[in-house]
Nanobody
Framework: QVQLVESGGGLVQAGGSLRLSCVASGRTFSTPVMGWFRQAPGKERRFAAAIRRSGSSTYYADSVKGRFTISRDNAKNTVYLQMNSLKPEDTAVYYC???????????????WGQGTQVTVSS
């Protein structure tokens, strides 16, 4: 089992920045891929970014590319999502996820955090 706890969400004005953190505990060696997904009200949960254990491979949705940066600190079992130039359409609940592969596909993730709300005002 792997437990994931997100933090760092909040309310920010358009153009601002936030950094989300996700601390993993448990059998983290079984989940080499960590990802962030987001779900806006009334919409499906969608991929935002992912990173492999080595940190050398990162993946981004087109909608966040160039604005969001995913990183990880394996010593702290923590994954970060730095979000810059935030837009109102980035408003969503952001979920951290851990899995074995298929970085862009939410069905490839086995464990999920409880989510953290990000609200971007215009």
């Amino acid at each position: 089992q792997v437990q994931l706890v997100e933090s760092g969400g909040g309310l920010v004005q358009a153009g601002g920045s936030l950094r989300l953190s996700c601390v993993a505990s448990g059998r983290t060696f079984s989940t080499p891929v960590m990802g962030w997904f987001r779900q806006a009200p009334g919409k499906e949960r969608r991929f935002a970014a992912a990173i492999r254990r080595s940190g050398s491979s990162t993946y981004y949705a087109d909608s966040v590319k160039g604005r969001f940066t995913i990183s990880r600190d394996n010593a702290k079992n923590t994954v970060y999502l730095q979000m810059n130039s935030l837009k109102p359409e980035d408003t969503a609940v952001y979920y951290c996820a851990a899995g074995r592969g298929g970085p862009l596909n939410l069905n490839e993730y086995d464990y999920w955090g409880q989510g953290t709300q990000v609200t971007v005002s215009s």
